[in-house]
Nanobody, 124 residues
Framework: QVQLVESGGGLVQAGDSLRLSCAAS????????MGWYRQAPGKEREFVAA????????NYADPVKGRFTISRDNAKNTVYLQMNSLKPEDTAVYYC?????????????????WGQGTQVTVSS
């Protein structure tokens, strides 16, 4: 079992920045690939970013490339999502995800644990 607790969401204006945090427990954190997803009202959950076990490799969805940065601190069992130049279309509930079993294809993800989500609202 992996427990994930997100924090850091809020209401900001367009152009502002926010940093989300996700604290993990229950498994050796460095054995988990981690990711962030988001779900806007009326839309399906979508991939935002992912990070490898050591943090040496990252992957981003096109809409957030160049604006968002995913990072992790294995000593603190925490993954972060730094969000800069926020836009109204970034408004969503953001979910932290953990992958406990790595798929054969490393370019795919099999996240199987999810946090409860944190709301990010960007006003224009």
């Amino acid at each position: 079992q992996v427990q994930l607790v997100e924090s850091g969401g809020g209401l900001v204006q367009a152009g502002d920045s926010l940093r989300l945090s996700c604290a993990a427990s229950g498994r050796t954190f460095s054995s988990l690939r981690m990711g962030w997803y988001r779900q806007a009202p009326g839309k399906e959950r979508e991939f935002v970013a992912a990070i490898s076990w050591s943090g040496g490799a990252t992957n981003y969805a096109d809409p957030v490339k160049g604006r968002f940065t995913i990072s992790r601190d294995n000593a603190k069992n925490t993954v972060y999502l730094q969000m800069n130049s926020l836009k109204p279309e970034d408004t969503a509930v953001y979910y932290c995800a953990a992958e406990t079993t790595t798929p054969i294809r490393l370019d795919t993800y099999a996240f199987d644990y999810w946090g409860q989500g944190t709301q990010v609202t960007v006003s224009s």
